[in-house]
């Protein structure tokens, strides 16, 4: 079993959304974990030693369950100019509440449903809603608007947009059965259902598609780029604030182009498109999707990227202000991952730990200066 594998059991078992499958895999993974730490190379024999007799004193007495959730706790990676950090954390229920009143907690805000009619419908829970000619539109307290009982020739196609706020996520499933991730601080506009010889959907900020199949192209439209396909799974960005526009193919094929520009590129799996605001500049590489799509996943994950940059991702979970004592901090670099579900304050404190930046958190400010 594989670092990622471990971590998203564990936080599944945590939140106790297991299969019995999975549960049974837990414990064996636990009682075989001092072979399985062998197969760990992204942390070192030393620390791996240390943190199993830190678990295993705690477990003594106090069964699995227990060890399960002080072990998803316990092991926190984080590297800074290719070096690896681990922060170790053991606080009392004093410390505990008092680092409670403090934390920058994930934002809650509501998701908002337009209609055609100009009517904002809140997707607060589970709900039937009632489109103009007699569209059914179901909204899921698991945050998955479904549109796929609307079926095409049968209405007159009308518009509907729907809005994430900050520390949210939704997914919809549009008429022609197609699934749409979004992140928060997006939008996404669409036809309800889709009409003529395509199917185009209008993105501010980020999502991820996973497109049916069809002979009819699906067009993905942002400020900067239209992305087209046929049926396949990538990744869009493009918020305003944001410095570079980037689309992460996963599975088939997309072709990408700027607005401002005629040049055409085709994306195969595996493979990332950049587009930096400032100069224009267009590059195409093979690079991890998981530093894209880790959103997805529950997790903040980084490579060699700015401290302004990380802040801005921040800012989008948290719903938070940043201010900078020196502007050079902004161009500070790091690598690393964070658990989104946990307060910012934890991905702070490691940057903080391993470099001379510090972070004062007041309410939603997030302050940051040389130590």
């Not at 921040?314 to 901090?329: G, I, K, M, P």
Request: glycine share 6%; charged share 30%; aromatic share 10%.
């Amino acid at each position: 079993m594989g670092v990622n594998e471990i971590y998203d059991l564990l936080k599944k078992y945590r939140e106790n959304t297991c299969t019995p499958e999975e549960k049974v895999q837990i414990i064996r993974w636990y009682q075989q974990y001092d072979d399985e730490v062998e197969r760990l190379p992204e942390i070192p024999q030393g620390k791996l030693d240390q943190l199993w007799r830190s678990i295993e004193n705690k477990v003594q007495g106090r069964g699995r369950r227990l060890f399960l959730c002080y072990a998803a706790a316990l092991i926190v990676l984080f590297s800074v100019g290719g070096g690896l950090f681990y922060l170790e954390q053991e606080n009392s229920p004093e410390k505990t509440l008092e680092m409670a009143r403090q934390e920058l907690l994930p934002a809650k805000g509501i998701v908002v449903l337009e209609l055609s009619n100009g009517q904002n419908i809140p997707l607060t829970g589970t709900a039937t809603i009632e489109e103009q000619g007699g569209r059914v539109i179901e909204n899921d307290s698991s945050r998955v608007l479904d549109y796929t009982k609307v079926k095409e020739n049968e209405v007159v196609p009308v518009y509907n947009k729907i809005t994430v706020p900050t520390g949210g996520e939704y997914l919809v499933l549009l008429s022609d059965g197609s699934r749409v991730r979004l992140n928060s601080c997006s939008s996404l506009r669409y036809l309800v259902p889709f009409a003529g010889d395509s199917r185009t959907v209008e993105l501010d900020g980020e999502a991820y598609f996973d497109v049916a199949k069809s002979a009819v192209p699906f067009f993905v439209k942002t400020t900067n780029l239209n992305v087209r396909v046929t049926g396949t799974s990538f990744n869009v960005s493009d918020y305003l604030e944001d410095r570079r526009v980037t689309t992460t193919l996963i599975e088939g094929q997309v072709i990408v182009n700027r607005y401002d520009g005629e040049e055409k590129y085709v994306l195969e799996p595996g493979s990332t498109f950049k587009y930096i605001k400032c100069d224009g500049k267009v590059k195409v590489k093979e690079e991890d999707p998981e530093l894209y799509i880790s959103w997805m996943h529950g997790k903040f994950k980084f490579e060699n990227m700015r401290l302004e940059d990380i802040m801005c991702k921040l800012n989008r979970w948290y719903d938070c202000t940043v201010e900078y004592a020196d502007d050079s901090l902004r161009d500070l670099r790091f690598s690393g991952a964070a658990e989104k579900d946990r307060s910012a304050n934890y991905l702070l404190e490691m940057i903080a730990t391993v470099t001379d930046v510090e972070f004062d958190v007041s309410g939603k400010r997030i302050r940051i200066s040389h130590k």
